[in-house]
Nanobody, 114 residues
């Protein structure tokens, strides 16, 4: 069993920054992909960023250049540094771990006010 837990959400003004953390524990074997999606009420969960065990990253076009994903393999932890936040970044941010199957965290709320 794998557990994924996010932290670091909150309320921030437009133009501000937040850092999200996500820790995975349990039966994690070998290299895996971890990343973030976000969801607003009434809409589907959208891809934000991901990172492989080797450090290869991918970003949604809407966050590229503003968000940075990184990971600490020794801690099975990924981070999402979010800068120049905009109102459209508001949503629940879900962390996931993929290795054959996908495990999701419970989500952390990010609210950007104008």
């Amino acid at each position: 069993q794998v557990q994924v837990v996010e932290s670091g959400g909150g309320l921030v003004q437009a133009g501000g920054s937040l850092r999200l953390s996500c820790s995975a524990s349990g039966k994690i074997l070998g290299i895996n992909r971890m990343g973030w999606h976000r969801q607003v009420p009434g809409k589907q969960r959208d891809f934000v960023a991901s990172i492989t065990g080797g450090g290869a990253t991918d970003y949604a076009d809407s966050v590229r250049g503003r968000f940075t994903i990184s990971r600490d393999n020794a801690k099975n932890t990924v981070y999402l540094e979010m800068n120049n936040l905009q109102r459209e970044d508001t949503g629940v941010y879900y962390c996931y771990l993929f290795r054959g199957s996908t495990w999701w965290g419970q989500g952390t709320q990010v609210t950007v006010s104008s």
